[in-house]
């Protein structure tokens, strides 16, 4: 039985505490998304290491999300599921705490194991998680909650990244930057409890599950138009993630503080955006609206790689974190939920996450091995630039859009 016959009172309430979810996980994100990288170079990480950072725990992703539905097998409702490995994701938030504790030599490899660890529980939590929330709210609530929360966590990331900014700027080093992870795992913790307030209807029994359990998503045309595009999305995107805060610090001489301002202004275009997002999807459909928002996030990197001074990278900041938003936030998992029935949800779900778990490793390493290559960082943040544009291109590739028009006609409808 799917969630749209249980009562309106409960998918109100699911809908509140899925906001809630995002905006305390939005403010514990700020911490690693904003301030990892940058401290990372504090302590001496190489941009090989500063690539593993970022490029590590998605790889584990890809293997961890592939247990998502036999964890998800062995309980009676997702909540429960999705209990020991939301917790154990958020450990990623407080263990980089303990890194000024370590010998010198050992902090960037502390760094490297504290972030890739919790990967672990979170290719499990993913999958239950997508599972859980499309079952928590009708199909027809599922646009404006996801145009709520991708809302929510800019907004929320934005004064995260504010507030801890300030911090790492007036208080002593590194226990700046111990007490910024402890707060961010305390918003965390808050955030868990909302997921976990959260019902739906009891889980198909064993039979039902094994039967799903041999199902594969890759038989489905649809899905792998949504996994072409969700590939070359993530990685063209994911392929500058390391590379422009190494450049923004060591090229342009970007303080912690700075890097707040770049954060606000980053992720207060997302908000905006996010709410724009509904109506430009009316129009036009998800998948074009994926590739002219990754058309802007080429604009974005041309801006990083060519600006002659901190302020004017601004600019781009204020692209990339709104057509990013767009794009990936609402954007993808939209195509996502529209190419996928409610029918197997755990494993498209699995390999969905699959998909952006080997894309987000492969991006962020590829950009930082040209760095230690001795490629110049600006040349590799122009290579980032082309990417994307050839990611646009092939998102939009009439063979690939032919289901353009029944898609934008069945939206429209639907509206």
Request: with cysteine; glycine share 8%; charged share 10%.
């Amino acid at each position: 039985m799917s969630f749209h016959h249980t009562s309106s009172q409960f998918e109100q309430s699911n809908f509140r505490h899925l906001v809630f979810d995002i905006a305390w996980f939005g403010l514990a994100l700020a911490a690693t998304s904003r301030f990892l990288s940058v401290y990372a170079i504090r302590v001496g990480a190489s941009a090989t290491e500063i690539g593993l950072i970022t490029a590590l725990p998605s790889l584990i992703l890809l293997f961890s999300s592939g247990l998502g539905g036999v964890w998800q097998r062995r309980y009676s409702t997702r909540e429960r599921a999705l209990s020991w490995p939301g917790l154990g994701m958020r450990m990623m938030f407080i263990l980089p705490a303990f890194t000024p504790l370590l010998p010198e030599h050992l902090r960037p490899l502390w760094l490297i194991i504290s972030i890739s660890l919790p990967a672990i529980p979170q290719g499990i939590a993913g999958v239950v998680f997508i599972d859980m929330m499309r079952e928590s709210v009708s199909q027809s609530a599922l646009p404006k909650l996801l145009s709520h929360r991708a809302l929510w966590l800019n907004i929320m990331l934005a004064l995260g990244a504010l507030a801890f900014g300030l911090l790492l700027e007036k208080a002593p080093y590194p226990l700046n930057y111990q007490i910024m992870f402890g707060v961010a795992f305390l918003a965390a913790l808050l955030s868990f409890k909302h997921c976990y307030a959260i019902r739906t209807e009891p889980l198909p029994t064993n039979g039902t599950m094994h039967r799903a359990s041999t199902f594969s998503p890759w038989k489905s045309p649809k899905f792998r138009q949504v996994a072409l595009v969700t590939a070359v999305v993530q990685l063209t995107f994911t392929f500058l993630v390391s590379v422009t805060p190494i450049f923004l610090v060591k090229e342009r001489g970007a303080t912690e503080g700075f890097m707040a301002i770049f954060g606000m202004v980053e992720l207060g275009a997302g908000a905006v955006m996010a709410v724009l997002t509904p109506r430009i999807v009316r129009k036009i459909g998800h998948r074009a609206m994926i590739a002219a928002m990754m058309v802007g996030t080429a604009l974005a990197a041309v801006i990083f790689a060519l600006a002659p001074n901190l302020h004017l990278t601004l600019i781009g900041a204020a692209l990339s974190g709104g057509c990013w938003a767009a794009a990936a936030m609402i954007g993808l998992f939209g195509f996502f939920t529209e190419n996928t029935p409610t029918e197997n949800t755990a494993a498209y779900a699995t390999a969905y996450q699959q998909v952006i778990g080997l894309s987000a490793f492969l991006g962020p390493m590829i950009g930082s091995l040209l760095v230690s290559g001795g490629i110049s960082l600006v040349t590799v943040i122009l290579i980032g630039a082309c990417l994307r544009i050839g990611s646009a291109v092939v998102v939009d590739f009439p063979l690939l859009a032919r289901g353009r028009r029944e898609e934008i006609t069945e939206i429209q409808v639907q509206h």
